[in-house]
């Protein structure tokens, strides 16, 4: 089990760009898929972006090439750096961690039903 919190959130204006971190806190000798979720006002939650325990990476669609996930090498931190941030991008956004694939990620539509282990969100807002 671990604790994840996020931080780093805020305002940014249409263009703009902002990181976000995850702190993680616990069992971190367990390999982890890691990833970035968000849920805007009204809609799903749905997968940002995910990374795997060797480093490969998944990104949704219509973010790519905007947003970077990353994490540190023990695992105790995890990133996104969103850039040209768009009012679409408007959403609470959580980390969450999944162990039940050995730090697989096995699904590259990130699904929120595989990731059991959540953050409480940070909030980012982006004004046209």
């Known amino acids: 089990q671990v604790r994840l919190v996020e931080s780093g959130g805020g305002s940014v204006q249409a263009g703009g760009s902002l990181g976000l971190s995850c702190a993680v806190s616990?069992?971190?000798?367990?390999?982890?898929?890691m990833a970035w979720f968000r849920q805007a006002p009204g809609k799903a939650r749905e997968g940002v972006a995910q990374i795997d325990s060797s480093g490969t990476t998944t990104y949704r669609d219509s973010i790519k090439g905007r947003f970077t996930i990353s994490k540190d090498n023990v695992n105790s931190w995890l990133y996104p750096q969103m850039n040209r941030q768009q009012p679409e991008d408007t959403a609470k956004y959580y980390c969450?961690?999944?162990?039940?694939?050995?730090?697989?990620?096995?699904?590259?539509?990130?699904?929120?039903?595989?990731?059991?282990?959540w953050g409480q969100g940070v909030l980012v807002t982006v004004s046209s």
């Open positions: 969450a961690v999944d162990s039940a694939y050995g730090g697989d990620c096995p699904s590259p539509a990130i699904p929120v039903s595989l990731f059991g282990q």
């Open positions: 616990g069992d971190l000798s367990i390999p982890y898929c």
